[in-house]
């Protein structure tokens, strides 16, 4: 007698009205499925969503967020939602053949302009109902923007937040970085403006066919470069001659640095993109980037401009510079935006994450470890006009990152005070590297370290030794991985949580109080004794 195989599934399948499924996609936080609808005939080709997590109680995940909203435009339109059997919060949307306006670059390039503002000015209705319904979808980007055939949908509301809620975790990687607004990156406060950002980069994106801070003709450049450009350069103009100077305006505006400066909200970027009218001008004006014209935005060799003058009365207590590349022909930019109020975010699990609250934290005890974080590390944004930003970096990569000054030459030069990624990483590594450490800088290095270590959370707490003038950026990562920054702290605080870790890593951090351009100084190293504690817990 034959036993005829059955899908373990199929349950599952018929209770979602849907069969011959195939997966297309699997993540940490659902799986997508192609399959056909139930129905007369042979059905039409549909996308199952169904996420991994049961559905919270007395919350909303992404299905419950996306629901409501899938009725306006701009949005993609849910067919079915609901519960299965096991509790697992599914939707059913329409399949579209040319998929994502990622896929559509990669397959066609760069969009006719028309299309590109029509997808612009769709997406932006859709925002603006996120919005209204008190969220922010922090995660518009051409992967989540569907080529549908009633026009541009967005989808992915795994990431999204109420309005009055911090920025959601991110573990960045180069195409998390690509369209992130400034001040999630600098620990700010999210706002619309966030998302008009997200929108206004993934719109340069589709007009250019890679993302606005890449290298010349779309080169890739390492994270740490493509930080440092979207944090300190200006926009670059989108390299095709047929855009309209109109548009190039929007897209300026909409990728300004401050959020102040940008257009204010999704429905004033879409009656700017439909010609409606013309967008709000901002508060005031930014100071004008410092940039190199004899080198166009494709040419890569441009030289970098002038760097601060050393403070009369004392010498630097290192020289500094950007790392390689990090200027290309963007040129040393005069204005950085200010720092955060508040405390950041770094290292993080993917954005889809179901919308929950993080589980209890346990108290771990930690200890210091000699493990020396090396990389770039930490982009230090300063007041005072310095316009200037500092790095971590191995003592190797310190004279490929040094470049000339051009500062006008008195009787003797000026000591060159750019900023470089071995200025901090010379505080972080070894005693021996800096004998004259006490001579060169202030005592404001944070002591008494500590982690509180919550397994996907971590909270670290330090005496503050400037007596709360300096502000304090959280720098780390996992052990054996390139260090960056994870956090920043506003002067006069000496706590900060660090949000979205791995809980089978380990994880080393360093408190970096920073009272000028030169006055960096790191704490000891702390590193997170996950195995250890595990030991001890089972003995």
């Known amino acids: 007698m034959s036993v005829r195989s059955r899908d373990p599934f199929q349950s599952l399948w018929a209770e979602l009205g849907v069969n011959s499924p195939t997966m297309l996609h699997r993540g940490d936080a659902s799986v997508l499925y192609q399959a056909r609808s139930d129905g007369s005939g042979i059905g039409r080709p549909v996308v199952v969503k169904l996420l991994n997590a049961r559905s919270p109680s007395g919350g909303r995940d992404e299905v419950g967020l996306w629901r409501p909203l899938s009725v306006h435009k701009g949005i993609q339109p849910i067919l079915r939602s609901g519960l ?199 508060a005031a004006l930014p100071d004008a980037p410092v940039t190199n014209e004899d080198a166009p935005y494709a040419g890569a060799d441009a030289e970098q401009r002038a760097a601060p003058s050393k403070p009369a009365g004392r010498e630097p207590a290192r020289r500094f510079a950007v790392p390689e590349g990090a200027h290309g022909a963007y040129g040393a930019p005069s204005h950085v935006p200010s720092g955060p109020q508040d405390t950041g975010f770094g290292v993080h699990p993917p954005v889809d994450v179901p919308v929950s609250a993080p589980p209890p934290q346990r108290s771990r005890s930690s200890r210091v470890r000699p493990v020396a974080i090396t990389g770039a590390a930490v982009l230090v944004v300063l007041a005072g006009g310095l316009g200037v930003a500092r790095l971590m970096s191995d003592e190797s990569e310190t004279e490929e990152a040094r470049a000339e000054s051009e500062q006008p030459k008195g009787p003797e030069e000026e000591p060159d005070e750019r900023i470089s990624e071995d200025d901090v990483a010379g505080s972080v590594t070894t005693e021996e590297e800096q004998p004259d450490r006490d001579a060169e800088l202030p005592d404001i290095a944070p002591t008494g370290l500590e982690i509180r270590d919550g397994t996907i959370s971590a909270t670290l707490s330090w005496t503050d030794s400037s007596g709360g003038t300096a502000p304090h950026y959280v720098v780390g990562g996992p052990v054996g991985e390139e260090a960056t920054t994870l956090a920043n702290a506003a002067a006069g605080t000496s706590e900060v949580e660090v949000n979205g870790l791995n809980p089978d890593v380990e994880y080393c951090f360093k408190v970096v109080a920073v009272q000028s351009t030169d006055e960096m100084v790191p704490s000891e190293e702390l590193c997170t004794t996950r195995d250890e504690d595990d030991e001890d817990d089972d003995a």
């Open 84 to 282: 299965t059997g096991s509790g697992r919060s599914y939707v059913v949307t329409e399949y579209c053949a040319d998929g994502s306006y990622d896929r559509v670059l990669k397959s066609s390039g760069p969009l006719p302009v028309g299309e590109a503002v029509a997808v612009g000015e769709r997406i932006a209705r859709g925002l603006k109902a996120v919005h209204t319904h008190g969220l922010l979808h922090h995660a518009v980007t051409p992967e989540n923007i569907l080529r549908t055939r009633f026009g541009a949908a967005l989808i992915d509301f795994g990431a999204a937040q109420p309005l009055d809620r911090p920025f959601p975790p991110v573990y960045y990687t180069a195409r998390t970085l690509e369209h992130a607004p400034p001040e999630e990156l600098l620990g700010g406060h999210p706002s619309p403006a966030s998302d008009v950002y997200r929108l206004t980069s993934a719109l340069w994106t589709l007009l250019a066919g890679h993302a606005p801070f890449a290298g010349a003709d779309g080169a890739p450049v390492s994270q740490d470069v493509y930080r440092f450009r979207l944090l300190s350069a200006p926009a670059p103009p989108v390299p095709r001659n047929d855009l309209p100077d109109w548009l190039r305006a929007i897209l300026a505006q909409g990728l300004a640095k401050e959020p102040d400066q940008r257009i204010a909200n999704a429905d004033d970027l879409r009656r700017a993109l439909s010609q409606e009218s013309a967008p709000p001008p901002p």
